[in-house]
């Protein structure tokens, strides 16, 4: 009996910029799981504590908005607990700014991969989305573990029908965060110097975002209005919503957030089967 196989894998430009081959990724999803555990040997290899910098950074962080926003400005919590507010928002919040920046680098970094050998691209964008739900899910368990506390006393009053929620916001967020970040590695190919203002921009967005103070804590005025407008307040609005039962999801900000999904994403797909055609001679 011969059991030897051989197969032909033809490699075409795509017709249809917008075309995603779903099927070929899926099998290399080995692959997607390889590159998932190379950014653990990357980022932890060679550490003291390893992956416990999972939880203490965003737990370190999340004491420290508590002194400064929560203690020296006052700002409100809508009634929750500052540190449990702070640390619930800096996990959804570090995990659409994981999915950002680590996306970002994607052509630049994996260059000497792309050059060599061909593989679905996507596959690094998706890797790392998965990375970054990882890390997400670690931090969402601490916050369930100091939530628990805060519930047996009344504190905080946890209802079990709207945990299925916490699917949106982290669906949204990822999305968010993928295409955003494969649109600016597809852009920084040819201008280098913006993938600087990365971090920058982040920065700023999560100032701009409900992330250190609820929306409840602003009634009327364009300050307001231009928050409903941030694609990132419906998703933390109702993260906190289906996780600690408070938050507002106005209207506006989820319309504003479904607009902005439904031209990014599209958009972000376009630029990046274009881009890798012929990113090789760029980077």
């Not at 949106?168 to 968010?176: E, H």
């Not at 190919?189 to 701009?208: A, C, E, I, N, P």
Request: charged share 10%.
């Amino acid at each position: 009996m011969n059991t030897d196989k051989t197969y032909h894998v033809h490699i075409t430009a795509k017709e249809n910029p917008m075309t995603l081959n779903l099927r070929e990724i899926w099998a290399y999803r080995d692959l997607i799981v390889l590159f998932t555990k190379r950014s653990f040997n990357l980022i932890y290899k060679q550490t003291i504590l390893g992956p416990a910098w999972v939880v203490l950074t965003p737990l370190m962080t999340s004491v420290v908005y508590t002194v400064v926003f929560g203690e020296m400005a006052g700002l409100s919590t809508a009634g929750v607990p500052k540190l449990l507010f702070y640390l619930s928002s800096q996990a959804l919040w570090s995990f659409f700014s994981a999915c950002l920046n680590r996306n970002a680098q994607t052509f630049i970094s994996n260059a000497h991969v792309f050059g060599k050998v061909y593989f679905p691209r996507l596959t690094v964008p998706i890797s790392n989305l998965l990375f970054s739900c990882i890390q997400f899910l670690v931090q969402l368990t601490m916050v369930s573990v100091l939530l628990v506390p805060y519930c047996l006393q009344g504190t905080i009053r946890l209802r079990p029908t709207m945990l299925p929620l916490l699917i949106l916001p982290l669906l949204i967020t990822g999305l968010l965060g993928l295409a955003l970040g494969i649109l600016v590695s597809s852009v920084t190919t040819k201008y280098r110097d913006l993938q600087h203002l990365v971090g920058f921009g982040v920065q700023l967005w999560m100032y701009s975002s409900p992330v250190i103070y609820p929306v409840s804590q602003f009634s009327d005025g364009p300050w307001y209005r231009i928050l409903l407008l941030n694609p990132m307040t419906a998703p933390m609005e109702l993260f906190r919503l289906a996780l600690l039962g408070t938050g507002t999801v106005h209207v506006v900000s989820v319309l504003s957030t479904l607009v902005f999904s439904g031209i990014l994403i599209p958009l972000s797909i376009l630029v990046f089967n274009r881009v890798e055609k012929n990113f090789i001679d760029t980077v």
